[in-house]
């Protein structure tokens, strides 16, 4: 059974910066598809960040471009998010996602098998 346990949410001021963890049990990340999604209130969940399988690409939502960046720790046993340059409207609920290879372009939810429940990251303005 995998499991997903995200950490690192909080609150802090637009500007400000948070790393969010991503810890997996059960099985690596290694030679799985990893990807960041965030539900923000009264909205859909929606992509932000995402890897191939392989780690050689890394993909990112336009709108957080330059300010996030995904990275997986050697062991490839944890991914992480940094979030810099925070602004009120990056306030959600952000999940973690591991999937398989497939056809499904891995900036789609239908492409990961797993999330986590999720950490809340909460931007004042």
């Known amino acids: 059974q995998v499991q997903l346990v995200e950490s690192g949410g909080g609150t802090v001021q637009a500007g400000g910066s948070l790393r969010l963890s991503c810890a997996a049990s059960g099985r690596t990340f290694r030679g799985y598809t990893m990807g960041w999604f965030r539900q923000a209130p009264g909205k859909e969940r929606e992509f932000v960040a995402a890897s191939t399988w392989n780690g050689v690409t890394t993909v990112y939502a336009d709108s957080v471009k330059g300010r996030f960046t995904s990275s997986r720790d050697n062991s490839e046993t944890a991914v992480y998010l940094q979030l810099n340059t925070l602004k009120p409207e990056d306030t959600a609920v952000y999940y973690c996602?591991?999937?398989?290879?497939?056809?499904?372009?891995?900036?789609?939810?239908?492409?990961?098998?797993?999330w986590g429940q999720g950490t809340q990251v909460t931007v004042s303005s």
């Open positions: 996602s591991q999937g398989h290879r497939g056809l499904v372009p891995i900036i789609f939810s239908p492409a990961y098998d797993y």
